[in-house]
């Protein structure tokens, strides 16, 4: 039977950030097993937003160490990832959403995360389509930025590969093996592979998985989904990402047009039993259903940018994320067992968190502790959870629609 120190299950964007972070903390043998294609689920479908400040301020610290992850690995791999460092404007039209971002801002001063107070003409050159009557007060992260989740999870994958860390695809992990309270090693269709620490990290399955010993990952699959506009208006492609709480919208450029993703107020949560293992023919939104779900936000969406009446809507992408019923990730040791590790519950922050995600993981396993304060993250914080029933998963998308604040206000009263 083949032995390794680590096996990661799961090879989206936060099997692979653990697996290049383990491989320079330890020199141990590592391996990464993925049922499909690398970067094939989840995290080739993100829009990609790197924002170092939400409203869950206990991400900051992992956020900021992708955005410093990015070049290192450039420079590991002598190749250029894309990352367009354009910005974020984050802009509130209420009260309770200036209050969300003075403490946002107030979190990044703590941070060390850089913040600017932008003025009107600035608003005009970074988001020349946006309607500013509404806005009230608006804050800008210049560090923030979007990139190709598909391309910076391989790069994570690159950078490990140097480092000898051997990753196998169309394999399949079927069973975890424990003895007297200690991880020994995966079942899979090609034979039994021996192990002393176990990732789980397969995304929207990582709890299923982890049920089979009886270990409740409190989290559900629940719909993201964005909209392509044409580039009828030719809004030039250096602009900056904008993010509007009030609305829970969202807009960065793309291909001339503009990316737009909406946080409904009624997202859906899906039995991850009923999934099938390759989402490439699972369609999380039914026909056409997702132009009524933008009509439910049009007219709020209208007040912010009025060319949505005159552009085409070209593309639309949905898919799934992992939501927690409060909104924080899953991250840290199953206590009750021990070699055993999870990262998951990305809370649709997957690509934002890899580079801290994976940094934290390779410490808690080489270390036995990390550094970052991880305490929101601990995979049993509810208890023993019942990760199927109904009351659960509407918890888990209730998450998804308050992801970014302020929405009841605002779109209610359009
Ligand atoms: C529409 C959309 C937009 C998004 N936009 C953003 C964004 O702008 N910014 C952001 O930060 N995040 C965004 N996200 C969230 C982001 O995509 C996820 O947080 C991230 O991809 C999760 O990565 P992962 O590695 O956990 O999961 P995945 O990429 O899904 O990888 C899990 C892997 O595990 C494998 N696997 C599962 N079970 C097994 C098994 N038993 N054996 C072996 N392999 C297994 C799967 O094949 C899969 O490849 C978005 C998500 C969606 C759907």
Known sequence: MEFFDHVIVGGGILGASIAYHLSEYSSKRILVIDRGQFASGSSSKAAGLILQCSSKHSNIPLAKKTVDIIPVLEKINGERIDFHQVGSLRVACTDSSIAELESLVAAASRWGVDVSYPSQKKIKGIAPWLETKKILKSVFFPTDGYIDPYLLTWQYIKAAKKNHVKFVSNVEATGISIHQGQIKGIQTPDGDIACTNLIVAC??????????????????????????????????????????????????????????????????????????????????????????????????????????????????????????????????????????????????????????????????????????????????????IKIYEEKFLSECASARSAKSKGHSSLQNSY
């Open 203 to 384: 995304g929207v399955w990582a709890s299923l998985f982890s049920d089979q010993v009886d270990i409740s990952i409190p989290m559900a699959p629940v719909r993201s989904h964005y909209w392509i506009t044409g580039n009828e208006k030719e809004y030039k492609n250096s602009g900056a990402i904008v993010m509007l709480p009030d609305i829970s919208t969202y807009f960065r450029p793309e291909l001339g047009g503009l990316l737009l993703g909406v946080q409904e107020k009624n997202c859906i949560a899906f039995d991850a039993r009923k999934l099938p293992k390759n989402l490439d023919s699972f369609a999380p939104t039914a026909g056409d259903e997702h132009l009524d779900t933008l009509q439910e936000s049009y007219t709020a969406i209208l007040q912010f940018y009025p060319d949505l009446e005159a552009v085409s809507i070209t593309n639309y992408i949905s898919g799934l994320s992992s939501y927690t019923p409060d909104g924080e990730i899953i991250l840290g040791k199953i206590d009750t067992i021990k070699g055993f590790f999870v990262a998951a519950g990305d809370c649709g922050s997957g690509i934002t968190l890899s580079g801290g995600i994976g940094s934290i993981m390779a410490e808690l396993v080489v270390d036995g502790k990390s550094k970052t304060d991880i305490s929101k993250f601990k995979p049993d914080r509810f208890g023993k």
